[in-house]
């Protein structure tokens, strides 16, 4: 969907939807054209979830199987096409709606009006999941044993620096792996005195960067 500056709001993504609606549509032509895939399945998180549901009630002719809703919850001061409670009443589609037990407030005070939409619209394909323990972002299988991977690969690969993640899911070589454990590793040849590794803040003192690869949480204290 299209990114805007980091100080807009929420609600401000609403101003976007059409167009993102207009680059779902691309993609599903361009599956159909070149891949022959008529049929497709939409996925979106958090305002990508809201996405994909306002596109599937807009959209009823659409050639989508079905939607997965992940962390989505609502934006209360935004059009109601970022309220899903409001979209899933136009939505016969299947729809999988899955969040955390942790997850935002925003997405687990709004499950049962998501729920109470879907039944209103007839939807028996709606299914609500909710995953324990897991936050907005989701605790992927392997990350309560981080540091012993990262020990394993230090002892295997000495001397080469690792940086990682964890993510609701891993494609690789043709296949995805979702709601099981993965896990990928991507090498690359960079000289040593070109790039500095780091976790939380620090100075880079006398090292001049020219780009940065950040992967962060909004809520870090210190970000």
Do not use: C
């Not at 199987?65 to 209360?76: I, Q, T, W």
């Not at 049962?112 to 605790?139: E, I, L, S």
């Not at 454990?181 to 991507?186: F, I, K, S």
């Amino acid at each position: 969907m299209p990114i805007l500056d980091n100080e807009a709001t929420s609600a401000a993504y609403g101003a976007t939807f059409p167009e993102a609606f207009e680059r779902i549509d691309a993609g599903i032509r361009y599956l159909k054209e070149k891949h022959g895939i008529g049929d497709v399945v939409l996925l979106g998180h958090s305002i990508g979830a809201i996405t994909v549901v306002a596109y599937a009630a807009r959209h009823p002719q659409a050639p989508v199987r079905a939607v997965m809703a992940v962390s989505g919850g609502h934006v209360a001061d935004g059009p109601d096409t970022m309220q899903p409670a409001k979209m899933l009443k136009d939505v016969r589609r299947p729809v999988l709606d899955i969040y955390g037990g942790a997850d935002f407030p925003e997405v687990l005070t709004q499950a049962p009006a998501r729920a109470a939409a879907a039944k209103a619209a007839g939807n028996r394909g709606y299914q609500a999941v909710t995953v324990p323990d897991a936050d907005h972002f989701f605790t992927d299988h392997y990350a309560p044993h981080a540091q012993a991977l990262l020990d394993a690969l230090r002892l295997r690969w000495p001397g080469v620096s690792w940086v990682g993640t964890v993510g609701v899911g891993v494609a690789a070589s043709g296949v995805e792996y979702f709601d099981e454990p993965a896990l990928a590793l991507m090498l690359a040849a960079l000289p040593r005195g070109r790039f500095r590794v780091f976790s939380g803040a620090r100075p880079l003192a006398a090292f001049e960067a020219d780009t940065a690869l950040v992967h962060a949480d909004g809520n870090t204290p210190d970000l």
